[in-house]
């Protein structure tokens, strides 16, 4: 059994920044990648980056050069710090890993930019 808790979801004003982290634990497991995702309301799920078991990393335009993701590896934890934040960045953003045992989600964490 494998669970992935992610975090750091909070109310930001446009312009800041916000660094969000996901866990894995459970079961012995390799990772693959691992990304994040994000839904606002009335909108499809949309990748937002992801990180490969070699650091390889891709991104969605719209958050090319504000966003950047991360892992550590000997913690089975990668992180999205999310910097110059717009309204439109506003949206549940749910971790997701590709592991040797299968494919899991996180809960979600809210991230709202609002002034």
């Known amino acids: 059994q494998v669970q992935l808790v992610d975090s750091g979801g909070d109310l930001v004003q446009p312009g800041g920044s916000l660094r969000l982290s996901c866990a894995a634990s459970g079961s012995a497991f390799s990772i693959y990648h691992m990304d994040w995702y994000r839904q606002a309301p009335g909108k499809q799920r949309e990748l937002v980056a992801l990180?490969?078991?070699?650091?390889?990393?891709n991104y969605a335009d719209s958050v090319k050069g504000r966003f950047t993701i991360s892992r550590d590896n000997a913690e089975s934890t990668v992180y999205l710090q999310m910097n110059s934040l717009k309204p439109e960045d506003t949206a549940v953003y749910y971790c997701y890993a590709a592991l040797s045992v299968g494919g899991y989600w996180g809960q979600g964490t809210q991230v709202t930019v609002s002034s």
């Open positions: 990180i490969t078991s070699g650091g390889s990393t």
